[in-house]
C-alpha cells in the first residue's frame, strides 16, 4: 500500500481477512486499498462490515480507534459520491469515537463543499435583480436596514454582479459601519476594476474612516478610469487638504502607518531605519538615497503616510 501498488494491497490485505474474517482492522486496510482503486462500493461494503463487527461486540471490548477509521472512511466514501451530508454525518460520528486530525480537516472540507453546492443552487439572477429593486425602493425612503436585507439577498443570488456589493456598502454607509462597507466596495471593484462608482464609494469610506492613504488611491484610479470625472477631483482635493492639516499630527502619522502593512514594515526594516537617522542628521543625503530606485521607493512611501515631510521650494 506504501508503494502505491494498491491492486497488489488488496490482494494481500484479502488474505488477512481470510485469515481472520472478524477483524476490522484488516477490513478497514482493504477498504482504504479499494478506494485508492476508486472501486467504492467494495470499499463501502468492507467498512460497513468492520462497524458491524465492532459494534456486535461487548461495549468494553469495542475498539475504539478501528471504529472511528471505519467512519471516518465512510465520510470519504459519501464525499467523493459527492453526498456531503453523509460524509458530515459519519466524520462527525468519527470524531466522537476518536479523534484524528486528518478527520477534523475532512469535517470542514466536506462542510465547504455542502455550503458551495447550497449556494451555487440558490443562484438566481432575475431574482438577485428583483431582490436588488426592492433594496433600492427601501434606501430612496430612508430605511437602509430594511434596503440592506434586500441587497443581502440580491448578492446570494448573484454574487458576480458589483452593483449589489456597492449597493450594500452604501446601506453600511449611511449606518457608519464603514468597516463592512469597505470591504463590500472592494468586493465590487475587485469583480469590476473599471467600476467607476465602486471606486467613488470606496474613496468616500476610506476617507471617512480616515485612511486618507487609501482614499486617494481609490480617487486617483477613479480619475485614470475617467479623466474628466469630477467626483475623482473633488475626492483629492478633499484627500489632499486632509493631509495637509493631519500632516503634522503625530498621532494621524502613527495612525496611518498602523493601518499600512507596507509602511509598517518598511519602518521596521533595519537598513530603512539607518536610512531614516542618516537624513534626519544629514538632511542632504536625501539626494543619495532618492537615486537608489529601492531607498527611493520606500522614502516615497513614508512621505505618502506623512512620516516625512516635504517642504515647497
Not at 478610469?225 to 478633499?238: E, F, R, S, Y
Request: hydrophobic content about 35%; charged content about 30%; glycine content about 4%.
Amino acid at each position: 500500500y506504501s508503494k502505491r501498488d494498491f491492486a497488489q494491497a488488496v490482494e494481500h490485505f484479502s488474505r488477512a481477512v481470510d485469515l481472520d474474517p472478524r477483524n476490522s482492522v484488516y477490513l478497514n486496510n482493504r477498504a482504504a486499498a479499494f478506494m485508492a482503486l476508486e472501486q467504492l462500493d467494495k470499499a463501502e461494503a468492507d467498512v460497513q462490515l468492520a462497524i458491524s463487527i465492532e459494534l456486535n461486540k461487548n461495549l468494553d471490548d469495542q475498539d475504539d480507534k478501528a471504529l472511528g477509521r471505519s467512519y471516518s472512511r465512510l465520510g470519504t466514501i459519501h464525499h467523493k459520491r459527492g453526498n456531503y451530508t453523509g460524509a458530515i454525518h459519519w466524520f462527525k460520528n468519527s470524531i466522537v469515537e476518536h479523534a484524528f486530525p486528518e478527520t477534523s480537516m475532512k469535517l470542514r472540507d466536506a462542510e465547504k463543499a455542502l455550503e458551495e453546492v447550497k449556494a451555487k443552487a440558490y443562484l438566481d439572477p432575475e431574482k438577485s435583480t428583483e431582490a436588488k429593486l426592492l433594496g433600492n425602493e427601501l434606501f430612496r425612503k430612508g430605511d437602509f436596514t430594511g434596503a440592506l436585507k434586500h441587497y443581502t439577498e440580491a448578492i446570494k443570488r448573484n454574487p458576480s454582479d458589483p452593483k449589489v456589493w456597492n449597493n450594500r456598502a452604501a446601506c453600511y454607509q449611511k449606518l457608519y459601519e464603514l468597516r463592512l462597507g469597505i470591504k463590500d466596495s472592494e468586493k465590487a471593484v475587485e469583480l469590476d476594476p473599471n467600476y467607476v462608482k465602486g471606486w467613488s464609494r470606496l474613496g468616500q469610506m476610506y476617507y471617512g474612516s480616515r485612511d486618507l492613504v487609501k482614499a486617494k488611491r481609490a480617487f486617483e484610479r477613479m480619475k485614470e478610469i475617467d479623466p474628466t470625472n469630477v467626483d475623482a477631483q473633488k475626492g483629492l482635493d478633499m484627500c489632499a487638504n486632509a493631509q495637509q492639516h493631519a500632516g503634522n499630527d503625530p498621532s494621524e502619522v502613527q495612525r496611518r502607518v498602523q493601518n499600512d502593512p507596507e509602511a509598517m514594515s518598511i519602518m521596521q526594516d533595519p537598513e530603512m531605519q539607518k536610512v531614516l537617522r542618516e537624513l534626519q542628521t544629514n538632511p542632504q543625503s536625501a539626494q543619495k538615497w532618492m537615486a537608489d530606485p529601492v531607498v527611493s521607493r520606500k522614502l516615497q512611501k513614508l512621505i505618502e503616510v506623512g512620516v516625512i515631510q516635504t517642504r515647497p521650494g
